[in-house]
């Protein structure tokens, strides 16, 4: 019982070098979101996707980038990170009418 | 602009005592609430949940109370457990979730 899968769990970068964080789930779910954690800030999102090939700008998504092609799958990318970039990713999915669930997330230092 | 709120980044309390959190919220059309629970290095999990058609849920230990005109929320946690230090989050389905800041609960065995 997989639930929401995040690949990898934690990464170093250097500054301008890019990756891609990779968010699976299994639940046959509609809708799915990243966001990132940080001291203070709570949870906020990056980027949304409501269906397969449709993705949306969150509250934070400069930097980022996601693509959805698939429906069990949402892509994070960072093309040139930066050390603002440092955070905790979670990805979560949802059905349309329910509950938000998690991935374990991934932690993402840039230096 | 913040849409969910959680005034109070922490709070201590003695095992067995009541932990009160609370959350605010400014959208009147959000009719539907939930408290996300979030322990170090692990993805928030969902606790509890509350339609605006209700004033009160309760599950076991964990009691979550609406006052939807003074856009207001609380979860109650009596009696409070070492294993209830986390993170709480306040959450509110819109077009995307909105989520408070958190608060971050420590349980004084």
């Known amino acids: 019982n997989a639930g929401v899968t995040q690949t990898p769990k934690f990464r170093v970068l250097k500054t301008g070098q890019s990756m891609t964080l990779l968010c699976a789930q299994d639940m046959n779910h509609e809708y799915m979101y990243w966001y990132r954690q940080d001291p203070g800030m709570g949870l906020r999102l990056i980027h949304y996707s409501v269906g397969e090939g449709t993705t949306a700008k969150g509250e934070v998504p400069d930097g980022y980038n996601v693509s959805r092609l698939k429906k069990q799958n949402f892509l994070l990318g960072l093309e040139s990170a930066a050390p603002s970039q440092t955070s905790v990713y979670f990805c979560?999915?949802?059905?349309?009418?329910?509950?938000?669930?998690f991935g374990e997330g991934s932690r993402l230092t840039v230096l | 602009d913040q849409q969910v709120k959680q005034n109070s980044p922490s709070l201590s309390v003695q095992e067995g005592r009541i932990s009160i959190l609370n959350c605010d919220y400014t959208n009147s059309m959000f009719d539907y609430f939930l408290w996300y629970k979030k322990y170090p290095a692990e993805g928030p999990t969902f606790l509890i949940s509350i339609s605006s058609i209700k004033d009160k849920n309760e599950d076991g230990r964990f009691t979550v109370f609406l006052n939807k005109s003074a856009k207001h929320l609380s979860l109650h946690i009596v009696p409070s457990q070492p294993g209830d230090s986390a993170v709480y989050f306040c959450a509110a389905p819109g077009n995307q979730f909105y989520f408070g800041t958190g608060t971050s609960l420590t349980v004084i065995p």
């Open positions: 979560a999915s949802s059905s349309k009418t329910g509950e938000l669930f």
